[in-house]
């Protein structure tokens, strides 16, 4: 039996340390002061993992519930560069430059952007393929690779039909034929479809789908500035009717910051009954959006902070890592809650102390797995470590991510030393001591 006792953790809502004790990839016992309790009710640690964590913070993993592991790293294909900016012209690119995908080149990347967010504490990802694409080969490169990492991390995938669903030929079929496949997601992307009536019978095929299947749904919703665009609506009603809201999540709904108070007050009480989930991706929508605008010119994301003031779980995403539509992104969810908070003004100091909700149980919301998620006595021993002693420091800090555990076992664990011959520096610079490492074979295993 594998145990690992990991102590002095800075818990937020805890004023103590606290200690979690793990056996064989779970936890077992959270708690102060669990050594001497331990040895007190005559538990064996002769053979156990001591790692003392000094103080530092504690969080479950973080979840980008919005990626696209199909597209990283083909921003520089020839025919990909997107010399607009806009939504569209990437769509327009990929459908141009995606013919000669292969199942081991697909993998290649995307294998090597997961590396990147796990190295940044995420173990939760949820990611869109795109099956308009009669070979589906985005689909099948990214289910080899979930099963692959799945000890890694846990990736989720939208069956997603990037061209239309009714506007690409066969779109409706393909989407079916990737949940058949083994997707987990039904997807779809309204605003895209060549006209409004092609958009609204995408989403009632949508929740249809979903049904049938017993599938999630996660929609590219309103990804524009057009204020008329409200598919975010239809969709609540739908997956409200059916019962699935919160199996439910409309993705990037930009029109949203677009749209007025009266409406957004009346979509408000559909989105409360429906209890639908929002995926917020604000890097790239700062990127892409308002490029009709010249001044005042729109933020382009959605209404992350009344969404939550009302109650409806935002999580968000990366989205993308050098495609046609975004040239930059690395995989850290910190630079993109720090960009949430800023773009949403949420900055008060208990929006602050929440901010890191976003990434983690908000996230697990989103992606229907809150039964599962946390740091919870009988859960999977997921956790990450970061690089402050409180949720104010790590937001202010945009601390990095110096150790993740998953299923008991250490992944990585990062250390930073700095030395210089200036006193000023010396003294801002210096550490607590250094977390003890984790033992040669944990690290192995």
Known sequence: MATTVFTNAAF???????????????????????????????????????????????SAPFCDTHLHLDYVFTSRKPGAANTSGTLFEGIQRWGETKSDLTVDEVKG???????????????????????????????????????????????????????????????????????????????????YEACREFGERSMHTTVELASRYGKLIDVHCDETDDPNSRYVELL????GAEGIGTMTTASHTCSLGSADNSYFFHLTKLLRHARMNFACAPTENLYLQGRQDTFPKRRGITRVKELTDAGINVSLGQDSMQDPWYPLGNGNMMIILDYALHLAQMMTPHEIECALDLLTVNGATTLHLSDTYGIKEGNAA?????????????????????????????????????????????????????????PDWLIRA
């Open 12 to 58: 937020r809502g805890c004023t103590e340390p606290q200690d979690m004790l793990i056996e064989d990839g779970v936890f077992r016992m959270i708690g102060t002061h669990l050594l001497p309790k331990l040895a007190a009710q005559g538990y064996d640690l002769r053979d156990a993992s001591i790692v003392d964590l000094t103080g530092h913070l504690v």
């Open 109 to 191: 990347r995307a294998r090597k952007a997961v590396a990147m967010e796990v190295r940044h504490g995420v173990q939760y990802i949820r990611t869109h393929a795109d099956v308009t694409d009669p070979r589906l080969t985005s689909l099948r490169a990214l289910l080899e690779l979930r099963e692959e990492l799945k000890d890694l991390v846990t990736i989720q995938i939208v069956s997603f039909p990037q061209e239309g669903m009714y506007s690409y030929e066969g779109g409706a079929e393909l989407v079916e034929e990737g949940l058949r496949m083994g997707a987990d997601c039904v997807g779809a992307i309204p605003h």
């Open 236 to 239: 609540a009603a739908l997956a």
């Open 382 to 438: 997921n956790f990450i470590v970061l690089d402050a002693h409180n949720a104010f420091d790590a937001v202010y800090e945009r601390a990095d991510v110096v150790m993740s555990v998953r299923d008991g076992r250490t992944m990585f664990q990062a250390t930073t030393t700095v030395d210089t011959p200036v006193p000023m520096l010396a003294e801002h610079l210096s550490t607590d001591a250094p977390m003890t490492a984790a």
